[in-house]
């Protein structure tokens, strides 16, 4: 069974501070893919990142990196120089490949960061 | 903008009422997927469609129930409504290409209220 575990409930930072958000997934397949959505206190779910599992390079978006180790099953995001607008739910989420489509997301419980001014 | 679109976006009624969340995916995707979002259950998924077919079901409540018509657009009917069913529901779509995991793209959320 798939699972998605951030341990994080509630992250509280300064501004200009990096913060790393943890991910921890299980899945029985050997093809799967990993997610980071953002939901700003609006409510919409915004799109950041997916990686596939043979893919274990870091990426690097402006302020944004994500690092994904297959070897203890992780995918961490992590924000470096942190702002006000940061400040949201983060939501990582897990999907196999089955057939020809696409399983649908399972998603951690998400961690809600809190960048103070 | 992700180009999903949902009507409407907040939602107050009854309990035992009906209601019917609308979906749009966006241009040129075939799969259209349900979610569900409480502060106990955390997002979960509730049904997915493919090109107008039911492909796979989640966690959905008999006294719920989805389709997807011949211009895509989907529709998520909720009956006899419970103070419980108070969530923020999502709808996304996808490409659904075949060959490897596509992105779902989400909609801004119908958040409908039980009283």
């Known amino acids: 069974a798939q699972k998605v575990t951030q341990a994080q409930t509630e992250i509280s930072v300064v501004e200009k501070e990096d913060v790393t958000l943890d991910c921890v997934y299980e899945?029985?397949?050997?093809?799967?893919?990993l997610f980071w959505y953002k939901q700003p206190p609006s409510g919409e779910l915004v799109f950041l990142i997916r990686?596939?599992?043979?893919d274990e390079q870091n990426e690097i978006s402006g302020r944004y990196s994500w690092n994904f180790q297959k070897s203890t099953s992780s995918f961490n995001f992590t924000i470096t120089a942190s702002q006000v607008v940061d400040s949201a739910v983060y939501f990582c989420?897990?999907?196999?490949?089955w057939g020809s489509g696409n399983t649908p997301l399972v998603f951690g419980k998400g961690t809600r960061l809190s960048v103070i001014a | 903008d992700s180009g999903v679109t949902q009507t409407p976006k907040h939602l107050i009624t009854a309990t035992g009422q009906r209601v019917t969340l609308r979906c749009s995916p966006r241009?040129?995707?075939?799969?259209v997927y349900w979610y569900q979002q409480s502060l106990d259950q955390g997002l979960q998924f509730l049904i997915q469609?493919?090109?107008?077919?039911?492909?796979a079901k989640g966690n959905i409540l008999e006294r719920f129930s989805a389709q997807q018509f011949p211009d895509l657009h989907s529709e998520l009917n909720l009956s006899s409504l419970e103070l419980g069913d108070s969530a923020l529901y999502f709808c996304?779509?996808?490409?659904?290409?075949?060959?490897?995991?596509?992105?779902?793209?989400f909609g801004p959320g119908t958040r409908l209220t039980v009283l």
């Open positions: 899945t029985r397949d050997t093809t799967y893919y």
């Open positions: 469609y493919y090109n107008g077919e039911e492909r």
């Open positions: 996304a779509s996808s490409v659904e290409s075949g060959d490897s995991t596509d992105t779902q793209y």
């Open positions: 241009s040129g995707d075939l799969s």
């Open positions: 989420a897990l999907s196999d490949l």
């Open positions: 990686r596939n599992s043979f």
